[in-house]
């Protein structure tokens, strides 16, 4: 499933397109994803500005000016595609890479034509003004909402997040303050959606390397110089994916077709077997089951 840094790698590719434009166009071409499309959904889209794209935890959000907001949940295979309708539609939007995932036709499930509004596209290019906007998802498990604000924070998907990984609330005393006498395991609490939103599977066992601790460590047992090392672990581990443009394990690729690549830094996520990447460790990378998700660790050098 798209974590954190692949989502925002997909509100940043969305952004140039969708930020200041109005939609027309909507098209679904299926009643549901997971779940069914909102009631009136194209109706509602078709004619509203986008005002400004955001993201929360692992979930998309495009403020509309008739104050709906458009969520979009990726799910495992959800990915949207951006194409200028210009001279170089075929081309992705920095001109730099074609498109490199083949998107059947028959996973193609909602479309939405973006135009740039007359003040924002004043010296753009013609190619540059109008976008075709795609939403692919092979195994329809992604979903999208269409909510007004009050609905938005009263919604079941909202209500209870926690701090995003990157805001300064995040930090050692804030570790500290939410594990003390929990005798849950670091793997687990850190997946928990309502203490860190957006963080998942293989982030967290990139940050417990990196902060060399133990997933099996109960949080009451985190000792202040560990909660400095994992919330700084966990801040770098974030930031270089999203630099890197996320992590393309199966079906995951950026707005422009072009697919991430943090995967090849990956010191223990899916290296089972394979010597572990710290200078003067002689351990392997190991592999358990927490709460029905794998953990890739070094058992030699993670205590």
Not at 232 to 241: D, L, P, Q, R
Not at 265 to 277: E, I
Not at 281 to 287: K, P, T, V, Y
Request: glycine letters at 8%; a neutral charge.
């Amino acid at each position: 499933m798209p974590e954190l840094p692949e989502v925002e790698t997909v509100k940043r590719g969305l952004a140039p397109s969708l930020e200041g434009a109005v939609l027309s166009n909507v098209r679904l071409n299926r009643p549901n994803l997971r779940y069914p499309f909102p009631d009136h959904f194209a109706e509602r889209l078709n004619g509203a500005a986008v005002v400004r794209l955001e993201r929360r935890a692992k979930y998309l959000l495009a403020y509309m000016d008739t104050e709906d907001i458009w969520v979009t949940h990726l799910g495992m295979t959800g990915r949207f595609q951006v194409t200028p309708l210009g001279d170089n539609a075929a081309k992705a939007l920095d001109g730099n890479y074609y498109h490199s995932i083949d998107t059947g036709a028959k996973h193609l499930h909602m479309s939405v034509v973006a135009t740039a509004l007359k003040e924002r596209s004043v010296s753009a290019n013609k190619g540059d003004q109008t976008h075709l906007i795609d939403y692919y998802d092979p195994r329809r498990f992604g979903f999208m909402l269409l909510l007004t604000p009050e609905e938005l924070s009263a919604s079941k998907w909202f209500q209870g997040l926690g701090v995003e990984p990157l805001d300064g609330a995040l930090n050692a005393d804030f570790l500290m303050a939410q594990f003390a006498g929990r005798a849950a395991n670091l793997k687990t609490l850190l997946m928990a959606q309502g203490l860190i939103a957006g963080l998942g599977n293989i982030y967290v066992c990139e940050a417990l390397y990196r902060a060399r601790l133990s997933p099996d460590m109960a949080g009451r047992d985190l000792a202040p110089d560990g909660a400095e090392r994992l919330s700084a672990a966990i801040k770098s581990v974030i930031t270089e994916a999203i630099a890197a443009g996320g992590s393309s394990i199966s079906d995951f690729a950026a707005t422009s077709g072009e697919l991430g690549y943090f995967q090849h830094r990956f010191k223990v996520y899916d290296r089972k077997g394979q010597p572990c990447l710290t200078q003067g460790c002689a351990g392997l990378i190991e592999r358990k089951v927490h709460t029905g998700r794998s953990t890739f660790y070094c058992a030699t050098c993670q205590k």
